[in-house]
């Protein structure tokens, strides 16, 4: 069960194509007067594994619905090397999906199933049953071409459900949540899965969850949506390290976000913020451009325990909660009525551990306080 | 043993109640039985002595026989036609983007809710127009139209048991929506759809009010028949008709219960293995 996908098993016997460039220019989707999707337009290079987080109600769903074929948009074009596929109906477009419940289909076995979109496209009797053993020596369900689904664990369920969307090598995967049905050792177990299938298929893989872990752990890059518009696209590092916005900043990770009431620049390219309850805190840098901004401090970036002389950053607070789990140590501090600081640290870094109640002084770095656009 | 005398007694006191409602429920029609092998030459309850002599008579009588045929000939078609527009219904209605959907579902089963004397009485002045109304044709378009309903309302069921992304996965697999519906959405829903079409034919198998306006003698039903036989000839073999009409509906009330038993499996099985 847990051995790898090896690259030379997926293309052994055959000739793979890289998987397809995919543009898209202005592909926007109205309802009346509402926009499910703003004009989008995002490029996503050949053998990429892309995801789309957001939360419900962002547009990724109809993002992925207008790429599939089921929703049309309202303008815009969704360019496969190079090949619009508005206007193209969803079985002509040679796209595979792997939807959240798999949706196989219960009356037929595992083979007949992985078989279905090679008899679709009348292939011959002897070239589907060898796609057919291969793909499922690929996926490691040698021995279940005659199971039905019904018999199958929710993990082989999803293997095969892998198995039938890229038998006749389609241009691009699409995967919707195909996680979030599995329990989570498994769910780990798949994501390590789905990444070697989709390298040793070379194909592009656009795929969408609410997870942003998920996202994160495997996704070349990432856009995040919201309100139906794209917010960000970059690679993990990038989105978490280096936000574009408040939203950008707080759904991806944790942070600790302080309103601001006053700034002034400091000496050495420095920002002195005034917050919103009256804490004055360093940042290094000057604020983004734009309307307004908040202050943005990750958990992992402070430190907790005695005063510090010397800190450019320093708050005092009561421990209101302690969780500790593999290995890390979650800290809620409270520091003033309305807010409490999240802050993280490695169990064994510690120097002592606190308990509920304490008081205790929280600092960090300047260049460890971000100043992040509202919008 | 163990249970609180008020709990025991609550309990026998339900299971009583339950078998007075059934005994309620079924008990007129079973009456019939006894008196189908009665041994008198009139109705009479109880009977004075038991033979089987009525289905003998029974057997033996052209008109009867013909009338069943005839029955045969009527509910099978009827319940042909039901089904393939009943099917269409619930696949427009449950899985396409129909505007007034609620609309629309509501005019699709007011075939059955509406009373049949009024949509006899509509039939026979339309059929009369083209003289029709004495014709296979009237009385089976006649029973099509409010047995479609029944075909309506169980393939709706069985679609709506199922997501609608078996039929996205088969589309982005290739298949375009005659043969997704071909080889994905027909093979799971076709115990609804047989269900509907037993349902049908058993609705049309026991239909009397469109029959009295829509066949003559050259095409009278079953029931038709032995509504005539009560009025001129009140023999037992008005009860024995009655019985093997009753013994059919049983036949196929049992097989649409053994086809829904097969369907939930089924349907649990699906669901199981997308959650498991």
Known sequence: MNKEITGREATAGSQRRRGARVVYDGVTKQYGNLYALHPTSLEIESGEFFSIIGPSGSGKTTLLGVTAGFIPPTDGQILV?????????????????????????????????????????????????????????????????????????????????????????????????????????????????????????GATVIYVTHDQYEASSMSHRIAIMNGGRVAQIGSPRELYENPRNRFVASFLGEANLFEVRRHEPAPGNRTL?????????????????????????????????????????????????????????????????????????????????????ETVHLTWDESDSQLIAEE | MGWPIAIRLWKIFLLAFTVLACLYLVFPTFVILPLSFSSSLYLSFPPPGWSTQWYVALWNSPTYSVAFLHSIFIGLPAAAIAVVFGTMLALALVRGKVWGTRGLTALAIAPFLLPQIILAIGLYSILAKFGLTATYVGVIAGHAVVATPLVFITVSAALRSYDSTFEMAAMTLGANGWKSFWFVTFPMIRLGVLAGGIFAFSFSFDEIIIALFLTNTQTTTLPKQLYSELRYNMTPTIAAASSVIIAISLLLLTAVALIEKRSRKRIAAAGAGAKA
């Open chain 1, 273 to 357: 913020v005034e917050t919103g309850q009256g804490f004055r805190i360093q940042a290094a840098g000057s604020p983004p451009p734009g309307k307004g901004f908040v202050l943005c401090v990750r958990p992992e970036r402070i430190s907790v325990g005695e005063a510090k002389s010397g800190a450019a950053n320093q708050l005092t607070g009561t421990v209101s909660d302690v969780v500790y789990s593999s290995g890390t140590a979650h800290y809620r501090i409270r520091v003033a009525p309305d807010m409490e600081i999240n802050q993280k640290i490695q169990a064994g870094s510690m120097a002592r551990q606190f308990e509920i109640g």
């Open chain 1, 81 to 201: 090397d190079g090949r619009d596929l508005v206007g193209i109906p969803p079985f002509q477009r040679n796209i595979g999906m792997v939807f959240q419940n798999y949706s196989l289909f219960p009356h037929m076995t595992v083979a007949q199933n992985i078989g279905f979109p090679l008899r679709m496209r009348k292939l011959g009797r002897a070239e589907a049953d060898e796609r057919i053993k291969r793909m499922l020596g690929v996926v490691r369900l040698g021995g279940m071409a005659d199971r039905y689904p019904a018999q199958l664990s929710g993990g082989q369920q999803q293997r095969v459900a892998l198995a039938r969307a890229a038998v006749y090598d389609p241009v691009l995967l699409l995967m919707d949540e195909p996680l979030s049905a599995l329990d989570k050792n498994l769910r780990e177990e798949m994501q390590r899965e789905i990444k070697a299938f989709q390298q040793a298929l």
